[in-house]
């Protein structure tokens, strides 16, 4: 495990210029990771923050359910990384249970750890709390790692 391979990872959307133009491939990433920060990497553990951006807010106000599944796949994806898998793989299932509100400049933590990650399959849960940890939501995410061979058509 490459402790700072994956927090460049994660961090590869953030920079003091804001998200990348709309015209980039990378402009969904650096949209919802923008400002997220990696606190700590051990394998089958990642630990983030990030201030809620006002970007990332709904029309209530509060931070987005699509940004939320995006934070979970990200850290989620980098939790697999952080064991040696040689790919964070493709999303087979995603599963968020949304329990609490997170609003505008709120200081959040984002915890993703695995669950098994084999041969072809990962499974990590995500956790986004609140600083007092009150828990925002919880998700789950499994993932196919096998890298495919040639082609045989």
């Known amino acids: 495990m490459d402790?700072?391979?994956v927090k460049r990872y994660l961090e590869r959307g953030s920079s003091s210029a804001g998200?990348?133009?709309t015209n980039t491939p990378e402009f969904f990433e650096s949209?919802?990771?923008n400002g997220l920060?990696?606190?700590?990497?051990e394998p089958g553990r990642v630990l983030c923050s990030l201030s809620v951006p006002d970007r990332l807010l709904n029309a209530g106000d509060f931070l987005h359910g699509g940004a939320t599944a995006a934070l979970v796949d990200m850290v989620g994806s980098a939790a697999i990384y952080s064991v040696g898998a040689p790919t964070s793989g493709v999303s087979v299932e995603i599963n968020i249970?949304?329990?609490d509100a997170a609003f505008a400049e709120e200081e959040i933590e984002i915890e993703g750890k695995v669950l098994r990650v084999?041969?072809?399959?990962?499974?990590?849960t995500v956790e986004l709390r609140k600083k007092?940890?009150?828990i925002i939501a919880q998700g789950r995410h499994t993932k196919y790692l096998a890298v495919p061979g040639p082609s045989k058509l």
């Open 3 to 5: 402790e700072d391979a």
């Open 19 to 21: 998200p990348a133009s």
């Open 31 to 33: 949209f919802i990771m």
């Open 37 to 41: 920060r990696v606190l700590s990497v």
């Open 97 to 99: 249970s949304y329990l």
């Open 118 to 124: 084999g041969k072809a399959m990962g499974v990590v």
């Open 132 to 134: 007092n940890g009150k």
